[in-house]
């Protein structure tokens, strides 16, 4: 893991939108200790992707065949994740009803269990109706996913982690949606220390976005999912094209990329 330390002891100015924004009062931040060894914008942004895990295609195209292509067409359940927004995105459908019924959930649990043993759906803008079954912790069957796949263990504690100090991050986010949460395709291995980027809104500062479009361009350029629908795609189509126009651009400083 390679570290670009500053050669002089100015304070460098390239992070302060990042750790302060438009405070007119910078307190102190435990992150300036590790930004402050880069010397500019640019040298984070690699590090960052240099150190980041992908998955390798091969992993993507197996689970494409074998996870998502087979439960759709025999109209099995899902994964997604439990969100307080649920009942944005979920919906009840009886067997005698003639429709759907919006369901609101008071927490995770109550939505894990009721999603085991009723027929949740997923239903997007696009009218989409996928069956799904809520994750029981959030992550759960996403490690289970890298474990079986890539056959590496992760966030599961260091008796059997493989891999510890990495957080599951998921690029294109959309965690309630069941063709994004468990796909290894919208899916990394970020270091910890690193992770916190990722977790900032868009527009937290230019560099958030910056690695956040690298990241997406990168994982769809890599992968080219076949899972996705027509409508799906069309509807991320101006994101698509700003992402994989950022990728393209890293990927000219050719970094040194990890593939599990």
């Given at each position: 893991?390679q570290?670009?330390?500053?050669?002089?002891?100015i304070m460098p100015?390239?992070?302060?939108?990042?750790?302060?924004?438009?405070?007119?009062?910078?307190?102190?931040?435990?992150?300036?200790?590790?930004?402050?060894?880069?010397?500019?914008?640019?040298?984070?942004?690699?590090?960052?992707?240099?150190?980041?895990?992908?998955?390798?295609?091969?992993?993507?195209?197996k689970?494409e065949?074998e996870?998502f292509?087979?439960?759709l067409?025999?109209?099995?359940?899902?994964f997604?994740?439990?969100?307080?927004?649920?009942?944005?995105?979920?919906?009840?459908?009886?067997?005698?009803?003639?429709?759907?019924?919006?369901?609101?959930?008071?927490?995770?649990k109550?939505?894990?269990?009721?999603?085991?043993?009723n027929?949740?759906?997923y239903?997007?803008?696009?009218e989409?109706?996928i069956?799904?079954?809520?994750?029981?912790?959030g992550n759960?069957?996403?490690r289970?996913?890298?474990?079986k796949y890539s056959?590496?263990?992760v966030?599961?504690?260091?008796?059997?982690?493989?891999?510890t100090?990495?957080?599951?991050?998921?690029?294109w986010?959309?965690?309630?949606?069941?063709?994004?949460?468990t796909?290894?395709?919208?899916?990394?291995?970020?270091?910890?220390?690193?992770?916190f980027?990722?977790?900032?809104?868009d527009?937290?500062?230019?560099?958030?976005?910056?690695?956040?479009?690298i990241m997406k361009?990168?994982?769809?350029?890599?992968?080219?999912?076949?899972?996705?629908?027509?409508?799906?795609?069309e509807?991320?189509?101006?994101e698509l094209?700003?992402?994989?126009e950022?990728a393209?651009?890293?990927?000219?400083?050719?970094?040194?990329?990890?593939f599990?």
């Open positions: 893991m570290i670009y330390l500053k050669t002089n002891n100015e390239w992070y302060n939108d990042l750790l302060y924004k438009e405070n007119s009062e910078k307190t102190k931040d435990g992150l300036s200790s590790l930004l402050d060894r880069f010397e500019s914008e640019e040298l984070f942004i690699k590090h960052f992707i240099e150190n980041t895990i992908f998955f390798k295609k091969e992993h993507i195209v689970q065949n996870y292509k087979v439960n067409e025999k109209n099995e359940k899902l997604v994740r439990f969100s307080t927004k649920s009942q944005k995105h979920f919906r009840f459908k009886s067997e005698n009803g003639r429709g759907f019924s919006v369901k609101k959930f008071k927490n995770r109550e939505a894990h269990d009721f999603s085991r043993e027929n949740l759906y239903k997007s803008d696009n989409e109706e069956l799904v079954k809520i994750d029981k912790d759960y069957e996403v289970n996913q890298i474990a056959k590496i263990r966030s599961q504690g260091t008796l059997i982690s493989n891999y100090n990495y957080t599951i991050s998921h690029i986010g959309k965690t309630e949606h069941p063709l994004f949460f796909a290894l395709w919208n899916i990394t291995l970020i270091p910890t220390y690193l992770a980027i990722l977790d900032k809104p527009d937290n500062s230019k560099i958030v976005k910056k690695i956040k479009l361009g990168l994982c769809y350029d890599f992968y080219q999912p076949t899972i996705l629908t027509i409508k799906e795609k509807k991320e189509k101006e094209k700003n992402a994989i950022s393209k651009k890293a990927q000219i400083e050719n970094y040194n990329l990890t599990i």
